[in-house]
């Protein structure tokens, strides 16, 4: 080919990428230009509500007027405030476990947030119309309540994992209020109606998609939400809000390391919306909350900082979350699944193998605190996480939870990873606590009235320290790997099987099948869902009688 065919051959090439349309989709009388990226198209930054700011702070979130200007949806909007919080990391710890917890750190530091933050994107196979009727699939990230962003999760993978699948899908993530901004706790606050506003900031993006998601080629009857850890948590909270009843919004729910975490009344919170109001210095207002309302934005995150972290000592107690409101919660969560109050769907609940060893590093010797003994572990179970109950009930529990390293987190690795005498009791009562009981809580009361499954994924499992650690199952999704074929599976049919991964059989009490992931050449096997039932059981109990 000579070079001057060569070159007129790169000028056309390059006439048409430049001259490529962009996709566009129409929204009541505007028209929302997007990116075309490959195989799929993608709608970034879209607004769903009115920006939270001045006198809309801490209020439920306001639904926009039709759109009627056009606008570009080509970057992700700025995340919402978030709560400064880091894993401290101890020195000694081998070189594999730094790398991911410094990865971990450097993944919590969302860029740029800002109140003005409801914004949510969409992402579609390219030769998706209005006429395709896709299912749907919503992302909730997960951050503790404290912090988290769409933009760290690409949802180009997902879309284009279930069009190689021959189950084409759309893909939607969503920003929601966080920390106090939006889980903002008190009497003030139940006086007012404006508890769970990150919730009510979900539920009103769900909304959203039954208005506006056909003209992106997706089927509004045909909608799964997904969260990990507390978006899965938010998504258990969809399940039980409303009596139960989806209003339509979902037709079924994948939920990764997180459940109906029994939470309790909103009062529970005052301290820390004290706090805040002394800290903002509202004391002397006879409205505070209305001068919460009024606070710069900048003293009320400094504000925020002060408050514990899930990354303090007191770890997953946390000082911002879910409580029962009377409003989106009527009552504590696992009350609300006894009495039935849950959605009629299929779901899919799972975790990682070794939940607690991520949140059990404020415990080592590098704080002003440090859990090395008996004596300090019943007083961290006593003062942070069941104050209420009696010693005895504290003493019983620490015999389900012994100091055997052992029996410790990470599971299944004998004397290793035992970096302090009490880390991996530690880890294994955190990760039970704050995910796995009430995973098979909720499986064990809907067993039998809805298509259940249930994964425990122990990939990483040989990483020092972590093992199987708290989000280690995202990479198996977002990764493109065989979570994300079940899932987008599941997404289109409602039963997560097909191809030429393992068979996955529905959980039942009477056969609690459990999908494993693993690392190796058998990367799936089946087991039961019958580890440590005398622990949790005992621990479930304790819980239904003394919520957070």
Not at 215 to 233: L, Q, R
Not at 318 to 324: C, E, F, K, M
Not at 416 to 421: E, F, H, K, R, V
Request: proline share 7%; charged share 15%; hydrophobic share 40%.
């Amino acid at each position: 080919m000579s070079q001057a065919v060569l070159s007129l051959l790169l000028a056309g090439l390059a006439y048409f990428l430049g001259n490529r349309s962009s996709p566009t989709v129409t929204l009541d009388s505007a028209t929302v230009t997007g990116l075309s990226s490959g195989s799929v198209n993608e709608f970034l930054g879209i607004p769903f509500a009115q920006p939270p700011t001045g006198q809309l702070r801490f209020q439920l979130p306001q639904a926009l007027p039709p759109y009627n200007a056009s606008f570009s949806a080509t970057a992700y909007g700025p995340a919402c405030p978030q709560r400064a919080k880091e894993i401290l990391i101890g020195s000694g710890l081998p070189t594999e476990t730094l790398d991911y917890l410094k990865f971990f750190n450097n993944s919590i530091v969302a860029p740029l947030p800002a109140e003005d933050c409801l914004t949510l994107n969409v992402i579609a196979p390219s030769d998706a119309t209005p006429d395709s009727k896709l299912p749907v699939v919503v992302w909730i990230y997960g951050g503790a309540f404290e912090g988290g962003t769409t933009k760290g999760y690409n949802g180009t993978v997902i879309v284009d994992k279930a069009v190689s699948l021959g189950v084409p899908a759309i893909y939607v993530s969503m920003n929601y209020r966080l920390n106090a901004f939006g889980f903002l706790a008190s009497q003030e606050v139940k006086d007012a109606g404006v508890g769970n506003l990150g919730l009510q900031d979900q539920r009103l993006a769900l909304y959203w998609i039954q208005k506006y998601i056909n003209a992106f080629g997706g089927d509004p009857t045909k909608v799964t939400i997904w969260g990990e850890s507390a978006g899965a948590i938010s998504a258990a909270l969809h399940m039980v809000t409303n009596d139960g009843n989806p209003d339509g919004l979902f037709r079924a729910a994948f939920m990764q390391s997180g459940s109906a975490f029994p939470v309790g009344d909103i009062l529970k919170g005052q301290k820390y919306y004290d706090a805040l109001v002394s800290e903002t210095r509202c004391s002397s207002a006879s409205d505070t909350l209305q001068c919460l309302r009024e606070v710069p934005y900048e003293t009320l995150l400094d504000a925020v900082n002060q408050s514990p972290s899930a990354f303090s000592y007191q770890s997953t107690v946390l000082a911002w979350q879910p409580r029962v409101d009377g409003v989106f919660l009527t009552d504590e969560p696992h009350k609300l699944v006894q009495q039935g109050s849950v959605a009629n769907i299929p779901f899919v609940n799972g975790v990682c193998d070794d939940e607690g060893t991520l949140f059990s590093f404020p415990s080592l010797n590098i704080t002003t605190i440090s859990l090395r003994t008996d004596a300090q572990f019943e007083e961290y179970l006593k003062t942070y996480r069941f104050p209420d109950a009696p010693i005895t009930t504290i003493q019983e529990l620490m015999e389900f939870y012994p100091a055997n390293v052992s029996q410790g987190s990470p599971f299944d690795t004998g004397g290793l990873n035992a970096i302090t005498p009490q880390f991996k009791r530690i880890a294994a009562f955190q990760g039970d606590v704050t995910f796995e009981a009430f995973r098979r809580f909720l499986l064990q009361q809907r067993s039998g009235k809805q298509p259940l499954w249930t994964y425990v994924t122990k990939r990483l499992k040989t990483l020092p320290v972590l093992g199987a650690f708290h989000g280690s199952d995202i990479f198996n999704v977002y990764g493109g790997q065989d979570m994300a074929s079940y899932l987008v599976r599941f997404v289109n049919n409602l039963d997560p099987n097909g191809g030429t991964d393992l068979y996955w059989p529905q959980y039942t009490t009477a056969k609690p099948h459990m999908l494993e992931f693993l690392d190796g050449l058998i990367p799936q096997a089946l087991t039961e869902d019958t580890y440590r039932v005398e622990a949790m059981e005992f621990l479930t109990n304790v819980m239904l009688g003394y919520s957070l």
